[in-house]
């Protein structure tokens, strides 16, 4: 019920490409959904985050698409850069829950 | 933006010998502070959670004994690995949340600790 299942674990573009990664959860009470970035050797740094009222947030290069019914989320990177080069986790979170269910990460590589 | 401090980034120490890192909230006030451990490309498994002013909730498999939480203000929680092994090698990590259970958890840089 805790769950948060992310996929692909790996995945390699070629810069300018448009890196995808999924996540989808069970709990329905989560209503809070962030990404997280984080580089080798340093924590986790919060990317973008949206709550279920709306269907998708955008932020720069970084676009999240929401769907409730399906209760899945993902992470959309447009133009990807080598500096996007990371560990990618989502995250679920509600506002009972004291702390975030973590996916599984997703490791990219975008090539130069 | 909230800042959370991780001090230190490296150590490496001995086996049976304490190793204290702390964590710090920097511009803001945090009650409640979680603790993580992650293993090489795996993901954060959440070890404890600092509560200020009262003991620390550890998740299921976490020997409080071993990996002992002081949480003794709202900008402070250290974690204190006792009697190190090797095998307690790893990356710890420590967030801390600005808010309501549904508002961004920030974490700190993480201190990577080695076991000899």
């Known amino acids: 019920q805790q769950q948060v299942k992310q996929s692909p674990q790996s995945l390699i573009v070629q810069k300018g490409g448009i890196p995808i990664i999924n996540c989808a959860y069970e709990n329905t009470a989560f209503d809070y959904f962030p990404w997280y970035q984080q580089f080798p050797g340093k924590g986790p740094a919060l990317l973008i985050a949206i709550r279920p009222d709306v269907s998708e947030k955008k932020e720069g290069r970084f676009t999240i698409s929401f769907n409730k019914s399906a209760k899945q989320f993902s992470l959309h990177i447009m133009d990807s850069q080598p500096g996007d080069s990371a560990t990618y986790f989502c995250?679920?979170?509600?506002?009972?829950?004291?702390?975030?269910?973590f996916g599984s990460g997703t490791q990219l590589t975008v090539l130069p | 933006g909230a800042v959370v401090s991780q001090h230190p980034s490296r150590v490496i120490c001995k086996s049976g010998t304490s190793v204290k890192i702390e964590c710090r909230s920097l511009?803001?006030?945090?009650?409640?502070m979680f603790w993580y451990r992650q293993f090489p490309k795996q993901s954060l498994m959440l070890m404890a959670t600092?509560?200020?002013?009262?003991?620390?909730?550890?998740e299921q498999g976490v020997e409080k004994d071993k990996f002992l939480i002081n949480h003794a203000s709202l900008t402070l929680s250290t974690l204190t690995v006792t009697s190190a092994h090797p095998e307690d090698s790893s990356f710890y990590i420590c967030?801390?949340?600005?808010?309501?259970?549904?508002?961004?958890?920030?974490f700190g840089n993480g201190t990577r600790l080695t076991v000899t």
């Open positions: 511009d803001f006030q945090a009650t409640t």
């Open positions: 995250a679920a979170g509600s506002g009972s829950a004291r702390q975030l269910t």
């Open positions: 967030s801390a949340r600005q808010g309501l259970s549904n508002s961004p958890l920030h």
């Open positions: 600092s509560n200020e002013g009262s003991k620390a909730t550890y």
